[in-house]
């Protein structure tokens, strides 16, 4: 998996906002209207006006320069609208990146939650955010008010603006040759204090042992070295503040001084007073603070803002495209019924799991195959291990020994991204997030479109919910749901996700009996591999196997077969249905 760089990042977060960009290009462009007058309305105000004695003339175009202003100012309001559309996606797409890095890190095989990860989201995203927007508005301003003021000189006189631009280059070129170096000493400089911070809890809070080790001398160093590398780290931010001002210096002041230096010489060529005054305040009020925020802006906020990104591209990279893996690529595809060479959709060797090492096994030497379109009722008393069976199939914990198979791919050596599309598990507990309801049925396939949702949600009897709710439109507060409507909207997401496996935990416990029937009718009758921890015994019933689950000796089986050779289940269904058990025929016609 490559790593992408910040800039190949923030370039990629820049193109496919081209239109929100070019809003804000658009309001920036209306924004610099006093910019780009400013000199130009002085000059004619003090040539046309008071230096001629004519004073509403002079007040006039000082009335212009005053709407134009205003305009500028109104527009101001409209850029900042316009930049939000543009961060807040790009803050949403790298905070969506360290959620799926931690989920993948977490959920892996042996993996363990990352609670930096909250602080990454809490902290350096909003980082990420401020100087994102901050290097989106310095570099626009510098890029317009600097330009609006460029060609107020050539309108004012051509050699008024080359002695104006000639040492702005030369800043930007100082400051810009400057740039990587800052880059550089800014990241010694944060990782520095992470080291020093790290050593120093580190000798905090061994500091007895450290005593009765005797090595006070050795530890210290070591902190020590630490310390005086941040100082020096520091001491290099410091000389880099120094370069950003000699290329302000260069680039800001030094044209006011050509100016006022060469002025005599200007107005010997022609030049009006007004004119050297607009020249002056096209300087003094565009150029400069242009050039001295764009310095400040990627001197400060930029540095944080490439160092920030790099860590957490760093932490949790992501891929350039979108192509599966050489593991994915092998892997076999869903095929069609009566396809031959088809490997098991579930095939469970030796499986034996246990909480602790010295707990009895809830599961030992397990082994079980499904083929594909299988349905697979697992029954048994609570705590005989059913739950912990669907984990194991899913991949979301490892075996103590043992193997577990996926399409003919062991779980373990999957990743994370690819074996999301090879089962969707749906615990008891359902999961729904704030939002429309058409976003919460398209979380595991978002490119279903509408009129697919539409069938998902009359094939599992979702409709009447729908139609309370509002219609797909309408917004999902999680709060205000039952616990079976969120069980309802999770199996309509479930049965609609491309997964060929698909495996229920109880996830339809809250719903009444009827609808659990059309319910797991519905994923039946769905292509692929469907395993149901039940919670009825009616789900048995409807299933082609049964497996029933006790503590002792597995037994795996049809309803027919286990009423004759299992006791386990034969009391089961007399504990969970208080009437007659009835034939799967008949459980058949009821539902």
Known sequence: MSRPGVRRVTWRALRARRRELAGLGGWSLVESLPALLAGYLVARAVDEGFLAGRLLNGLAWLGVLAVAVLVGAAATGRTYRSLAAVVEPFRDEVAAQVIRGALRDATRVGGRPDSAAVTRLTHQMEIVRDTFAGLLMVTRGFLFSAGAALLGLLALAPVVAALAVAPLLAGLVVFLAALPAMVTHQRAYVRAGEQLGQSAATALAGHRDVLACGAQTRVTAEVAGWVAAQAAAERMLARMAAIRSLSLGIGGWLPLLVLMVTAPWLVERGLTAGAVLGALIYVSTGLQPALHTLVQGLGGGGLRYAVTLENILRTYPVSDDQRPSALAARMPRCRPPGTADRPPAIEVRGLTFGYGPRARPVLQNFSLTLADRDHLAVVGPSGAGKSTLAALMAGLVPPQAGTVHLAGTRVAEVEPTVLARMRVLVPQEAYVFTGSLADNLRYLRPDADDDTLEVALDALGARPLATRLGGLGAPVAPA?????????????????????????????????????????????????????????????????????????????????????RSATYRVLVGCWDDSVVPSPAASARQG
């Open 480 to 564: 205000l749901l039952s616990a079976g409507e969120r069980q309802l909207i999770a199996a309509v997401r479930a049965w609609l996700a491309p997964a060929p496996l698909v495996i229920l935990d109880e996830a339809t416990c809250h719903l009444d009996p009827v609808l659990e029937t059309t319910v797991e009718a519905a994923f039946a009758r769905r292509p692929g591999t469907l395993v149901v921890i039940a919670h009825r015994i009616s789900s048995a019933l409807r299933a082609g196997r049964v497996l029933v689950l006790d503590g002792d000796e597995p037994v795996v089986g049809t309803h027919e077969q286990l009423m004759a």
